[in-house]
C-alpha cells in the first residue's frame, strides 16, 4: 500500500499552503513585563519601529510603535482564522466590533468586500513575562462570494470541541476548530465562508498527543481536497511509519487515513484541509480577488471609503490593563466568557 505521506517540507515563519488556503504563520514571541501602556518595558531602541520582525531578544513588535502588533489595516475577498494559544489580542475593527481574545480561542473575521482592522498585543503582566502563541491563518474565499458583507465571529476556548483518545495513560487531543472529526462536530463558520459549504471539506484540527501516544486522522470525503500537517512541537511525529521532524510539514493523500504517533515527548501538529477553490488568485498586500482589474477596484473602494471608516481614536486601540476576555459585537451584543480552561 502506497504511503499517505506526499511530501515533507521544512518551515520558516510563513508556512507553505495549499488552495483553499492562502497564508498560515506562526508567531511565538517571548515578550518582557509590560509598562503601563501595555507595551515592553525595556527599551525598543535597535529596533525598526513600525517594522520590526527582528525576534531580537526572541520577540518582536511587528508594527506596533508602543504595543506590539498590527494597528489598523484593510482586507477584502478572504478570511483570517487566528487560534491564540497563549496571551492576548485586542481587536479592533471599522465594523465597530471590538474584542479582547486568547489562551485557546480562535477569532473567524470574514473581510468580504471590506473591512478594517487592528490586532494588538497588550502585555498586562506588570511583574513578569508576557509569552504570545498564535496562528494566523488566510482562508480564501470564491469569486461568488469575495463581496460578501464582512462577518466577524468568536469560537471560545470552553466552546470549541475536542476529541480525546486515551491508552495506557497517554493522551491523544485533537482540538475541533472547523471540519468534522468523527462524532465531533465544531462551531459553525461565518455563513459566507467557502467552510460553510459541506463539500468544501475545510478543517483545523490541532493535534496533541503525549510521548507515545497515538490518534488516527479519517479519510477526507472529498478525493480533491488537499491536507497538509504541521509539526510545531516537540522532537518529532510518526506519520504513517514516516518520522517527521518538528518544524516540518507533510502533504497527506486525502483519501487514506492517516495514523499518527508521538515520539518520546509530547508533539503538537495544526492541520489544514479543504477542497481547492480552484480559481485565479491574484493577491496585492492585503486584498486577494480572482482578476487585476478587481484588486485596482478594491484600492479604488479604499481610498475612497476606508471600508466603513474607523471608529477608534487611534490606530492601535488596546482595551485597557484590566478588561477580561470579551467580544462586541457589531449588533451591540456582549459576550464576557468564563475563565478559560488555559
Request: proline share 10%.
Amino acid at each position: 500500500m502506497a504511503s499517505p505521506v506526499l511530501q515533507v517540507v521544512p518551515l520558516g515563519f510563513q508556512w507553505p499552503t495549499l488552495d483553499p488556503f492562502l497564508f498560515c504563520a506562526h508567531h511565538d514571541d517571548a515578550y518582557p513585563a509590560g509598562d503601563e501602556r501595555l507595551g515592553p518595558a525595556v527599551p525598543v531602541e535597535g529596533r525598526e519601529l513600525g517594522q520590526d520582525f527582528s525576534r531580537l531578544d526572541g520577540w518582536s513588535m511587528y508594527h506596533g510603535l508602543e504595543v506590539p502588533g498590527f494597528p489598523g489595516h484593510p482586507h477584502r475577498g478572504f478570511e483570517t482564522v487566528t487560534f491564540v494559544r497563549r496571551g492576548l489580542i485586542d481587536h479592533a475593527d471599522s465594523l465597530g466590533a471590538a474584542a479582547r481574545f486568547g489562551r485557546g480561542d480562535v477569532q473567524w473575521l470574514t473581510a468580504g468586500r471590506g473591512v478594517v482592522h487592528s490586532e494588538m498585543f497588550p502585555l498586562l503582566e506588570r511583574d513578569g513575562p508576557n509569552p504570545l502563541e498564535l496562528f494566523q491563518i488566510w482562508l480564501n474565499l470564491p469569486s461568488d462570494a469575495k463581496l460578501v458583507d464582512p462577518f466577524f465571529t468568536m469560537f471560545w476556548d470552553e466552546d470549541i470541541p475536542r476529541h480525546v483518545e486515551e491508552a495506557g495513560g497517554r493522551v491523544a487531543e485533537v482540538t475541533v476548530i472547523a471540519g468534522r472529526f468523527g462524532d465531533v462536530v465544531p462551531p459553525s463558520p461565518p455563513p459566507g465562508s467557502w467552510a460553510a459549504r459541506p463539500e468544501a471539506d475545510v478543517a483545523i484540527w490541532h493535534v496533541r498527543l503525549d510521548p507515545g501516544a497515538s490518534v488516527v486522522l479519517p479519510a477526507v470525503a472529498s478525493a480533491e481536497a488537499t491536507r497538509v500537517l504541521y509539526v510545531f512541537e516537540g522532537e518529532w511525529l510518526d506519520v504513517a511509519g514516516e518520522q517527521v521532524a518538528n518544524d516540518h510539514g507533510v502533504a497527506l493523500d486525502p483519501s487514506a487515513e492517516v495514523a499518527l504517533r508521538a515520539g518520546p515527548a509530547e508533539v503538537e501538529a495544526l492541520l489544514l484541509q479543504g477542497r481547492p477553490i480552484g480559481e485565479p488568485v491574484v493577491q496585492y498586500g492585503p486584498f486577494v480577488m480572482n482578476t487585476k482589474a478587481e484588486i485596482e477596484q478594491a484600492l479604488r473602494d479604499y481610498q475612497a471609503t476606508r471600508f466603513g471608516g474607523w471608529p477608534w481614536a487611534d490606530e492601535a486601540p488596546t482595551h485597557g490593563p484590566r478588561r477580561g476576555r470579551f467580544a462586541r459585537h457589531v449588533d451591540g451584543r456582549v459576550e464576557e466568557p468564563e475563565p478559560s480552561r488555559r
